[in-house]
């Protein structure tokens, strides 16, 4: 079973020559990629046809197509083996380290091209910003808030010993220059190994016996480090695509759980990765909370470590089951796809020594294909078949299917849709330059624009308006439901206190807040979405009004399309951990501390602001104005093209009676042909 290992000189990363079906289950990405090629070509062609005035319009279109490339978050349990799955993903068995826990504090982008060959291209890394690090340093991130309000003197100052030890490592470290870099950035136009170490890889937790043993360039700027991107041509993907390697939620100063929400809101394709050994339990709350904001659609549970189980095949079911009824127990994705597999195997198949894997990962392994091929399976199996085993073509077909119905369909169509609008647009300017004075209206060529841009002022002003109404109610009763939540919760604790003192530590779940507030969430969102799309069919309306008015018949062939009301991003800031969630330690800190009923009714209610105030920011504001962006962005790309072709339409019709000066009949023609041949094209992506 092996096959041969190379090792790129230049970084030491481990490449290999096999095996040959590292894109299997990404076929209908690849279906994608033709059509993306297919539609470029048209726009190019499209380019060469257009006046200048929609130049750009379809510069926009093309840089649109450039630069798409969908995002893929990945998020895990801690040891489910989430980074050894990205390099197996990547085609890179030791891309990224996987040995070391945690390895890094950010998100690590991984921007992938597809390519013949392997080649790093470059990397970018972020700084902090001087209030970030003043949070972490000052009040020891969210967790010393927490510990703060808790009134947990011990482990707060534990915290700030952590703290004060950091801080001294990474001046020592980085010496004078320490306040100059942050909010600074970094570029490379290649990475390695230690360039990675230089810069993400922080080893234990601010374990200072380790940190002493390392060099001294080894983790130099890792404390200070906001995010990394890494760009590479790679083979296993036929479509560029950004994977997200997310830190986790469990750290010392919770700084990883709030740059992995971040990483979520922008994010429409989600892997989450278990281990098969420990499966998903209440234990991984944080974890749950996460992926329970999010859409099962948009959620893959990738089951990895099937090569520690003893018999695989006979196991899956029952890990399955217990899992479904975890996510179902905790308002989590229970209808989300659910893939089992090993990136240990994955890796060992692209490093090319499978003979010399763990022996209970091959017994595993043999039981396993035993299973599924039954009588075809021998010792000579090829390493494709082990890829297969992997889970790897499985999970890649779940994240292109996605990837493609939820974002590159749309997003294609969306694109041919405005193509279609600026080609018939130019065979209407035809009409209008060969027609002449029989176009001509009451409405000169500067009042046809200036009711353009009268209407599409008055446009973007109501939707602003709207908007901002709506936005206004949702802010009111998401106050209301703190306020009501935050009310049942004191009513419950003076209960409590009635029946049994304060000798006994009272819990209240805080579920029925994030319930009150995701729901009021979803509910803006679909106003939001309502309203914008009456206005983006008012704005078509009378944009097509204004043309007729214009140039009369000669323009009714010109195919406006309403805009797609982009989607409502999901509300991940509702994930972030709070002290009710520490049933068991923090909470019985504070609990401890209070004395007197009128204490605990006024604290409680200042912790619960206190600790709520940063997730209500982020969905009273945070996320409208997120949407708001969107919305508004989508309508002023409308109003963009159809300015662009009343310019056409006006410069033309000031040219009356020039047509044939301009072209001759063959040159004609041939325009006219080419125009065809690319409204074919735009047409078939926009049905």
């Known amino acids: 079973m092996n096959i041969e290992a190379k090792f790129d000189t230049a970084t030491e990363i481990r490449a290999s020559s096999g095996p040959s079906n590292l894109r299997a289950g990404m076929e209908k990405l690849a279906d994608f990629a033709q ?17 200048e005035e929609s130049r750009k319009p379809i510069d926009r279109l093309k840089n649109e197509l450039a630069t798409f490339e969908p995002r893929v978050t990945v998020l895990g349990q801690v040891k489910a083996g989430k980074t050894a799955l990205i390099n197996a993903i990547a085609g890179w068995s030791d891309l990224l380290p996987s040995d070391v826990n945690p390895w890094t504090s950010v998100v690590t982008s991984l921007h992938l091209t597809p390519a013949k060959e392997r080649a790093e291209k470059g990397a970018r890394f972020r700084f902090m910003t001087e209030d970030e690090w003043a949070r972490l340093t000052t009040k020891g991130g969210r967790i010393g808030e927490l510990a703060d309000r808790a009134g947990a003197d011990s482990e707060l100052a534990k915290i700030q010993e952590q703290i004060e030890r950091m801080r001294a490592m990474s001046k020592a470290r980085l010496g004078r220059n320490f306040e100059l870099l942050m909010g600074q950035e970094h570029e490379y136009s290649y990475f390695d190994k230690n360039l990675l170490e230089r810069y993400i890889c922080l080893g234990d937790d601010f374990d200072v016996d380790a940190q002493d043993a390392i060099s001294d360039d080894q983790g130099r700027f890792a404390d200070i480090t906001r ?31 709030l740059v992995t929400i971040q990483a979520l809101r922008d994010s429409r394709v989600c892997i989450v990765v278990l281990s098969a050994t420990q499966a998903l339990t209440s234990v991984d709350m944080a974890l749950l909370r996460m992926i329970s904001n999010l859409k099962s659609r948009d959620v893959i549970i990738f089951v990895n470590r099937i090569d520690e189980l003893s018999d695989p095949a006979n196991q899956m079911s029952e890990i399955e089951d217990s899992i479904r009824a975890t996510l179902k127990l905790n308002g989590g994705p229970e209808d989300a796809q659910l893939v089992f597999g090993s990136a240990y195997w994955a890796n060992m198949v692209l490093t090319g020594e499978l003979q010399s894997m763990h022996k209970a990962s091959a017994d595993a392994l043999v039981s396993f294909c035993r299973a599924v091929l039954g009588e075809k399976f021998t010792r000579n199996t090829p390493v494709g078949v082990i890829w297969e085993m992997s889970g790897l073509p499985q999970l890649m077909e779940a994240v292109s299917d996605q990837i493609v119905t939820s974002l590159g369909a749309p997003f294609l169509k969306r694109v041919a849709s405005s193509a279609t609008t600026i080609a018939t647009s130019q065979q209407a300017v035809r009409t209008v330059r060969v027609e002449g004075e029989r176009v001509a209206s009451d409405l000169s060529s500067e009042q046809i624009l200036a009711a353009f841009e009268r209407m599409a002022e008055d446009t973007v002003a109501t939707l602003e308006s709207q908007l901002s109404r709506i936005f206004d109610d949702y802010r009111i009763r998401a106050d209301r439901a703190h306020a009501n939540f935050v009310e049942r919760a004191t009513h419950s604790l003076l209960g409590h206190l009635e029946n049994y003192g304060d000798e006994h530590v009272w819990e209240y779940d805080p579920t029925g807040l994030r319930v009150l507030l995701r729901s009021a969430y979803s509910a803006v969102g679909n106003q939001a979405r309502k309203s914008a799309k009456a206005i983006y069919e008012q704005a078509v309306t009378e944009t097509a009004e204004l043309l007729f008015r214009g140039f009369g018949p000669a323009v009714e062939g010109i195919q406006l399309a309403v805009p797609d009301v982009p989607q409502v991003p999901a509300p991940v800031s509702l994930s972030q951990t709070i002290a009710l969630d520490f049933n068991d330690s923090w909470w019985s800190l504070w609990w401890r501390r209070m004395r007197g009923y009128k204490a605990f009714a006024k604290k409680f209610g200042d912790l619960i602001s206190a600790e709520t105030e940063d997730f209500m920011v982020q969905m009273k504001d945070v996320q409208t104005a997120d949407i708001q962006a969107e919305l508004l962005g989508e309508l002023e790309h409308f109003l963009e093209e159809q300015r662009s072709i009343l310019i056409s339409l006006t410069s033309d019709a000031e040219r009356q009676g020039n047509a044939k000066s301009l072209f001759d009949a063959s040159e004609n023609e041939n325009r006219e042909r080419q125009l065809e041949d690319t409204l074919e094209t735009f047409r078939r992506y926009a049905t």
């Open 35 to 51: 059509d993306t090629e297919a539609l470029e070509d048209a726009i190019d062609a499209l380019g060469e046809l257009v006046g």
């Open 227 to 257: 995010s990394a991107e890494l760009f590479l041509n790679c083979q296993s993907v036929p479509f560029r695509m950004c994977l997200r390697d997310t830190p986790g939620v469990n750290d010392t100063f919770m700084v990883r759980e």
